[in-house]
């Protein structure tokens, strides 16, 4: 036993070793630094949102006890992401896109909120992709579900991770490592309250992607508020689901206007996916989706049919 457990302390030890170079210390806030991630050896960086209160002199602290001055690529604040860059010789961390994380796993989290790295050790509690599926009383949306409240995400459609580890202050905009060192994602404490949440390496990669090419997320817009409502007997066993979303209001000139969306219809798919609460509808609603026509199947007097709208882009 004593072995076994000698080598998975080695194994940690060599996971924070071989991550540190690749975190950096984020001064973007009066109080305590924040971290974050060498996205590439172009100087890229990526952080929280949260921990960016200015735009104008950022600074990074890099291994080595060297500071050099970050300029802001671009933030969004639905996913708590923000982009950074430096003129300065940076190494990327090792990111992984697998999903292959369960909960159980054993995980860490880095930090540089000084000049050396910091690790706390955990494991997955839970995968959050099942805290949408809501039944109906919640996830009610007024207008079209803009202005996202702490602990709504509206990222790109993905899994959030959970974890027991215990994010020091300074930690969030760091990483999320597995135990053969590999960055599984970007630790965030500004999503929800009590918890401790990671957005997984896909949905960073979305967003940065994003916002080096436009220096903004965009988002699809359909114009419509709904609440969830239970499918009659019938419709829930054509429809093969429970639940769907009953259109309470249109807005003027919008698309689902445009595309014959009726206050009272239900929504319960688009683009062949399942929708069953407002959270699922927005994620899908995501940038690829900007501009193009997509099917929208409903429900109108107990009859399951298909509209086609065309999506635009949320301001």
Known sequence: MADVLQSLSDALAGAVEATGPGIVRVDGRRRFPGSGIVWSSDGIIVTAHHII??????????????????????????????????????????????DDLKVGHLVLALGRPGESVQATL???SAIHGEHRHQGPGHGHSHGHGRGRGRGRWDGP???????????????????????AGFVRGLNTSALSRGSSLTIPTTSVRK??????????????????????????????????????????????????????????????????????VIDELLMMLDSDKVGQDVTVRIVRGGQIQDLTVTVSERN
């Open 207 to 276: 967003v940065v992607e994003a916002l080096l090419s436009h220096g903004k997320v965009q988002r699809g817009y359909l114009g419509i508020g709904a609440q969830p409502v239970r499918l009659a007997a019938g419709v829930s066993e054509a429809a093969g689901q429970e639940i769907g979303l009953m259109v309470a209001s249109v807005e003027e000139d919008s698309p689902a206007e445009k595309g014959g969306l009726l206050q009272g219809d239900i929504v319960i798919g688009l683009d062949g996916e399942s929708v069953q």
């Open 122 to 124: 955990g494991v997955v």
């Open 53 to 98: 209160e200015r735009n104008e002199n950022i600074s990074v602290g890099l291994p080595g006890e060297v500071s050099a001055p970050a300029t802001l690529v671009g933030r969004d604040p639905n996913t708590d992401l923000a982009v950074l860059r430096v003129q300065a010789d940076v190494t990327p961390a090792q990111w992984s896109d697998e």
């Open 157 to 179: 459609a993905g899994d959030l991770i959970q974890t027991d580890v215990v994010m020091y202050p300074g930690f969030s905009g760091g990483p999320l490592v597995d135990t």
